[in-house]
Every structure is written in C-alpha cells, then in structure tokens.
C-alpha cells in the first residue's frame, strides 16, 4: 500500500560515508515507524535502525549505534540513512520499511518495503 524507493548506494572505502534516502508515497505518514534493515547472502535481514514519522524519534542497533543517523524531511516524505565510519561488514543490500508500531526492530513489526540499494564497503 506505500510505495517506497531507496537511493543513495554504492561503493565507499573503509572510513567512508554515505547518505541513503528513502521516499514514501502512498498514504499519509503521521502515524507511522520508519525502518532501515539490512541484509547480505545467507544471512537473515537485521534492523539498523527507525525513526517515528511524527515526533522524529529515533532508536538503532547497536551494531551501528553512534555511527549511523537517521533524519526525515517532511515536505519530501523522505527518511535519511546518515552512514559514517563505515567498516567492511556494513556490506549488505539496504531497504527501508514502514509499519505501525512503536520501537519496531523485527521484520514483522512492517509491513511495506522497498527494492534495497546496494553498499559496498571495501577495504
């Protein structure tokens, strides 16, 4: 029922950083959570972190907790992925999501995904 797009992948060095975006469409987004996950071959898919559309609060992983940021911009209907100090086992697909729930962490807290964007961090 939402629509959602990321952007934002590819390539960086260790060290390095890189801004995914997320644009939501669809519906109206006031009550809504906003997730990032990510996922590699043979590997389940894993929060990164979310972000509560209306009051913009947001919680992460502590795998990337410190290092990563997420912001919205609400003209825009879009959810930022800020990823700095980047480390080879960021590698995966990346995909934004929406759902219901407050604080949601599992795949089965949203409901609507997007097509992933590939980051590859190299060393």
């Known amino acids: 029922q939402v629509q959602l797009v990321e952007s934002g992948g590819g390539l960086v060095q260790t060290g390095g950083s890189l801004r995914l975006s997320c644009a939501a469409s669809?519906?109206?987004?006031?009550?809504?959570?906003m997730g990032w996950f990510r996922q590699t071959p043979g590997k389940e898919r894993e929060f990164v972190g979310g972000i509560n559309w209306g009051v913009g609060s947001t919680y992460y992983a502590d795998s990337v907790k410190g290092r990563f940021t997420i912001s919205r911009d609400n003209a825009k209907n879009t959810v930022y992925l800020q990823m700095n100090s980047l480390k080879s086992e960021d590698t995966a697909v990346y995909y934004c999501?929406?759902?219901?729930?407050?604080?949601?962490?599992?795949?089965?807290?949203?409901?609507?995904w997007g097509q992933g964007t590939q980051v590859t961090v190299s060393s």
């Open positions: 999501a929406v759902g219901f729930k407050w604080t949601g962490r599992k795949r089965e807290d949203y409901e609507d």
């Open positions: 669809g519906r109206t987004f006031s009550s809504v959570n």
